[in-house]
């Protein structure tokens, strides 16, 4: 299959785009390369006949029209967006440039070349979005994919708005979409933003390492890689109009996940005192959400997806992955934003 993935060079894009040419598909890597995207995070893969990058952005319809007529794909895997909650809270109007418009865009220009092409039924519209979505939840029970939508941040509400598009272009013209909507993830290439990277290097540096409010929100955390498989098991063989909730049945408190980061430091780089006594609680996010958990049963029962890596196991081998890495997360450090606390000016 030939697929056209946006927002390739990101944290989840580029894992798609690294499994999908291990498994021996051609993938396009349409890819803005704002500050979250890095060529750097498809290296391994690049030098493969089955590559190509076209650096363009998804609001731009005619360079769209012009790289799908290009490439001639089987499949859009529709990941680029703006991903960043703090970012969101301080500068929204991006997230509904490129998360409402650009989806917006890529939907109009995916229907005009299926349509071209005669309306061909193994044709998918594969559209990446988020369980936040859903809103927060209580102590008690999971997301299926009938709770309903209450997005509470710019970004959530940016992803919402997208979903709606996506299901509105399914049932009003025919387009052949399917739609994962997935918890958070970590592992290697997570961009130096999101908190898994920052307890990381936080810690390194012997900074204090930030923990909104409590600590006791809870996420259910998936390994990237495991999403990229999960992923790409929809896309091949998803059914069309459906969606599919993925999750890892991993769920941990922030605290809990700050403690096991720095215990795992504590094992693998010792410093003159343990990690945790840099812990430092501060002013929580505005309008955080409690709680995110899911039912991943659709997915398991009709596509026999599960994942393989535990959140033990999961974040051992990202620490490692940041220990051997250096040099990959000190050149994003000079980005705009990264290292700062963002998200207040709410
Ligand atoms: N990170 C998570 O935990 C998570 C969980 C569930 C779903 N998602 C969704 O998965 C997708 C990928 O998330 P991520 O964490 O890899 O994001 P990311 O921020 O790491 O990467 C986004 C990529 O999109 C590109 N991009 C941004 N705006 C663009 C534009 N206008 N045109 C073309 N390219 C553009 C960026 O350059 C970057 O390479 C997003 O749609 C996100 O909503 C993320």
């Known amino acids: 299959m030939k697929i056209l993935v946006t927002g390739g060079a990101g944290f989840i894009g580029s ?22 995207g890095s060529l750097s995070n498809v290296a391994e893969v690049s030098d493969s006949p089955a590559y190509a990058f076209e650096q363009a952005d998804i609001c731009d319809r005619a360079r769209v029209d012009a790289i799908l007529a290009r490439h001639r794909p089987d499949a859009i895997m529709h990941l680029a967006a703006e991903s960043h909650v703090d970012r969101s809270i301080d500068g929204p109007a991006a997230f509904i440039e490129t998360n409402i418009t650009g989806t917006y865009t890529m939907l109009e220009a995916a229907r005009a070349y299926w349509t071209e092409a005669g309306r061909p039924e193994g044709f998918r519209f594969h559209h990446i979005s988020t369980d936040e979505v859903f809103g927060s939840l209580g102590p008690q029970g999971q997301f299926t994919e009938e709770t ?56 390194l540096a012997g900074a204090p390492i930030p923990v909104y409010g409590a600590g006791d929100n809870v996420r259910d955390w998936l390994y990237v890689e495991d999403h990229a498989d999960a992923l790409l098991l929809v896309v091949a063989k998803g059914k069309v109009g459906r969606s599919y909730n993925i999750g890892g049945e991993n769920e941990a408190t922030n605290l809990h996940i700050v403690e096991r980061i720095c215990a795992i430091l504590d094992e693998k780089r010792p410093g003159n005192r343990p990690y945790r006594e840099q812990i430092s609680f501060v002013t929580d996010r505005p309008g955080h959400d409690k709680r995110y958990a899911i039912d991943p049963s659709r997915i398991r029962e009709e596509l026999g997806w599960r994942p393989s890596v535990t959140l033990e196991e999961g974040l051992e081998k990202t620490v490692e ?3 051997d890495h250096e040099d990959w997360w000190r050149a994003l450090q000079g980005r705009e934003g990264v290292g700062q606390r963002l998200g207040t000016k709410a």
Do not use: M
Not at 15 to 36: E, F, M, P, Q, S
């Open 15 to 36: 894992a798609v785009v690294r499994h999908a040419i291990r498994a021996g598909h051609a993938v396009v890597n349409l890819d803005k390369l704002t500050y979250a």
């Open 321 to 323: 992955w940041f220990l």
């Open 148 to 203: 309903p939508y209450d997005p509470r941040s710019p970004y959530s509400a940016s992803k919402a708005a997208s979903d709606h598009l996506v299901g509105a272009w399914h049932e009003t013209y025919g387009l052949p979409v399917v739609l994962t909507n997935c918890s958070n993830n970590y592992g290697p290439y997570h961009f130096p933003e999101k908190l898994i990277p920052v307890v990381i290097l936080k810690a």
